[in-house]
């Protein structure tokens, strides 16, 4: 019976291996696209900022959004949904939708931005290899993250998305990792930014109204 089985298992040992190769290939064909697609959203924006940079102008920019509010707001609510493929902060979109948007607006539209982006990364981290990026470039970070998340997940989720000079992608590919729950991950990641959000929206634009003379 043993020689039977030793047999089998070595009749269909190279076909486990050539399955192994396939999932493997698949794989980094995942991420190969995720790659793609992060590197040609970053390459059309930078290309669409040197070639035009006079579009890119603050009351330029202002005087075209105020006329076509909605399909502004529209269009900042996906690049900012986006961002989460970039591992941007999000901090310079907030301080650009400033200079362009009225802050109630920018407010809600940044305000409903933040969950759609923490999804993103939430169910994609693992499949682009975020993980790798995270471990390779924040590892003491995500050590002492994934400890303070198995004490206290919704307090820690929404006091580091708080936080202005660490990336929230961060918190919310931990929580990915460990299985806290999706709605639990973005009602703290909402806590967190939509705090500080506020602050740099409503203060900002206020002392931006001064400098750049925004009415």
Known sequence: MLIVYSQWIDQNRYNWAKSFQVINKNSES?????????????????SLYFLYPELFAPQQLRNLFSENLVPGLSLYFL?????????IPSTPFVFAGILIFPPWPLFIVNFIAVYTSSAIVYYIARAIKFDRYFHEKYPQKIEKLTQ???????PVISIWGFLPMVPTDMIVYVCSILRISVLKTLIGTSIGEGA?????IFGGYYTLSSIFNIA
């Open 30 to 46: 995942i991420n190969f696209v995720g790659l793609a697609f992060w590197l040609g959203i970053i390459g059309i924006s930078l």
């Open 79 to 87: 690049v900012s949904t986006l961002r989460g493929f970039t591992l």
């Open 148 to 154: 303070l998340l198995r004490k206290k997940e919704l």
């Open 196 to 200: 500080i959000c506020a602050i740099y």
